[in-house]
């Protein structure tokens, strides 16, 4: 049984990994990788192969793997519903130094200003849970610290572009990466 949650967390998250390194050149639009983007995609390879190792090297609790993997599985949901809504938006990357073109409203969008980060925040939480390692938790802090920095840095841009009006209106009834449902 330990053998099989260790492939099936490892293959998921392999999968999920791969889905995020699709939108690289699949979904997001700019003209090139900004440093923290690149910064990110080193501690996503650095994050895999450190949880990688710690799935077949460490013991994990069969219901917690469990728990994990649901997490990453949602996670991954998330992900493509954003991808879905936001297709047609040519979204940048994350620290592109260029002003936004358009506000997406819809999909998760419509509870949430940033649902791509809070996917990777729950994808990287999930697999930290899989593991069963407190030291999992130091490259999530990491993703905390470069996700919501790289948040905030794209509602600036908001706030700085045409679109301000229209964005601090939608801003006020939405989540941050937390979703809201309350749609006042």
């Known amino acids: ?3 099989m949650l260790d492939l099936a967390v490892s293959v998921v998250s392999l999968l999920v ?6 939108s690289l050149r699949g ?3 700019s003209p090139k990788m900004a440093t923290g983007a690149k910064l990110i995609s080193a501690v996503v390879i650095a994050t895999t192969l ?9 013991h994990q609790v069969a219901w917690v793997q469990i728990t994990g993997l649901v997490i990453e599985i949602c996670a991954a ?14 979204l940048r990357f994350a620290f592109d130094p260029d002003h936004p073109d358009s ?8 509870y949430l200003r940033h649902p791509f980060y809070t996917s990777y925040l729950m994808f990287w939480s999930g697999w930290a849970i899989a593991s ?3 030291w999992a938790v130091v490259p999530v ?9 790289a948040a905030l840095g794209e509602e600036k841009k908001f706030s700085k572009s045409p679109l301000a009006p229209e964005y601090e209106a939608y801003r006020r009834k939405t989540g941050f990466l937390i979703p809201r449902f309350d749609q006042r």
């Open 1 to 3: 049984m330990e053998f």
């Open 17 to 22: 990994v791969g889905f995020y390194t699709w």
């Open 77 to 90: 949901a998330l992900f493509w519903w954003a991808v879905s809504a936001s297709r047609k938006a040519r």
């Open 50 to 58: 450190f949880f990688l190792y710690l799935a077949w090297y460490e």
């Open 103 to 110: 506000i997406v409203t819809t999909g998760p969008y419509r």
């Open 141 to 149: 802090i990491a993703f905390v610290i470069i996700y919501v920095s």
């Open 27 to 29: 979904h997001f639009y």
């Open 132 to 134: 069963s390692s407190t």
